[in-house]
């Protein structure tokens, strides 16, 4: 027999979790890929939009969640934390673990929220235990952070995270 022991918080996180559905997140740009694709509704195909500076790659995978629509205009933006790398037009089931919060500074002066997503693919095994973004290293966090930061100033944009969601705040955000 053997006992399982979790901090309160993470016991919480995990019944919390199991009340939450999965969403569909479509793969746009893959972990490690030093391009940035688009899909584009009018052609349904995916686009090469633009190519990242030489050593700058995508740290997960990159998608969104089709039928929203973020502050952006864009459907709502989903980071892909997982062992695998999927490909463009790739369809994952992720369980939301929580939120970039984020002001986006476009080259015309106007502001606006483009808040970034979490999302585990259901069936990974490497992270199956991140309920929330505060489960993953902080390194990681600051990584990607400085990754978003870094990819909008090259377009001349200001990247401000203004907060962190937990995984139901996120999910929350979401269904809005």
Same mark, same amino acid.
């Given at each position: 027999m053997s006992i399982i022991l979790f901090k309160k918080d993470t016991l919480l996180s995990i019944l919390n979790m199991a009340d939450m559905d *999965? =969403?569909? =997140?479509i793969i746009e740009s893959p972990k490690g890929s030093g391009h940035k694709y688009d899909y584009e509704p009018k052609l349904d195909k995916f686009k090469l939009n633009k190519i990242l500076p030489a050593g700058m790659v995508f *740290? @997960? +995978?990159f998608g969104f969640i089709p039928g929203t629509k973020g502050g952006d205009g864009d459907p709502l933006d989903v980071l892909v934390v997982s062992e695998i790398t999927g490909f463009p037009g790739c369809v994952v089931d992720c369980r939301i673990v929580g939120a970039i919060k984020v002001e986006q500074t476009e080259r015309d002066g106007s502001t606006m929220r483009n808040d970034r997503f979490f999302g585990v693919p259901v069936v990974s095994h490497l992270f199956a235990q991140v309920n929330e973004i505060a489960d993953l290293p902080a390194a990681i966090m600051e990584e990607i952070e400085? @990754? @978003?930061g870094n990819y909008n100033k090259l377009a001349g944009k200001e990247f401000k995270v203004i907060?962190?969601?937990?995984?139901? +705040?996120a999910v929350e955000m979401i269904n809005k």
């Open positions: *999965p =969403v569909t =997140v *740290p @997960f +995978d400085a @990754f @978003f907060g962190h969601a937990t995984a139901k +705040d």
